[in-house]
């Protein structure tokens, strides 16, 4: 909506009036025609507003799709990564305990110690040797692994020589003899 303004000529018999009054009209009419482009501003903005706000939540949900199906892909791809690291280091675990395995076999083997399974093998070979010697004597052993643990710790170790009763007796010798020494450089 244009408004044109519109000046009324004055008699120039009044000219300080005149000047007075025309601005002050000249402000009026320009403070109504900004109020009335505010209105007209405010109705195109009520009437716009609405498509432009469904325009703009349609441009927002296709954005959405958009960053959905780029944030699932990401996830997908560090979720592959991460298996791949994942699988690569349970193989080089693997691979470092069977190394460590393999090196604490080989020095039990050269210390003459045995392994589980041998021991467990040759338990077997006496549960079958006991249950022969039961059926030839007739004396039955129940349980040959606790018969078998019991002959072990009865079994006596063998006693060794008093390594620290002679070291001690050197010791001894030998503070003596510098006593005695002493009190004859003495007298």
Avoid: C, H
């Avoid at 002679?166 to 003596?176: E, G, L, R, S």
């Amino acid at each position: 909506m244009a408004v044109k303004k519109t000046l009324k000529k004055k008699s120039p018999a009044k000219k300080s009036t005149v000047k007075k009054d025309g601005v002050a009209e000249n402000i009026m009419g320009s403070a109504n025609e900004i109020w009335l482009a505010g209105l007209g501003a405010f109705a195109k903005a009520q009437q716009e507003g609405v498509k432009i706000f469904n325009k703009l939540v349609d441009e927002g949900k296709g954005v959405e799709k958009i960053i959905k199906k780029s944030s699932q892909s990401a996830s997908k791809e560090v979720k592959s990564q991460v298996n791949k690291v994942t699988s690569k280091a349970t193989k080089s675990w693997d691979k470092l305990e069977n190394i460590f395995e393999s090196r604490v076999e080989k020095a039990l083997d050269k210390l003459d110690i045995p392994t589980s399974s041998e021991i467990s093998a040759l338990l077997d070979k006496v549960e079958s040797l006991a249950s022969e010697v039961s059926k030839l004597t007739g004396n039955y052993v129940k349980d040959v692994k606790t018969a078998t643990k019991k002959a072990v710790k009865k079994a006596p170790a063998k006693k060794k020589a008093p390594v620290v009763k002679k070291a001690t007796k050197k010791v001894a010798k030998k503070t003596t003899t510098k006593k005695v020494a002493k009190k004859v450089t003495k007298k």
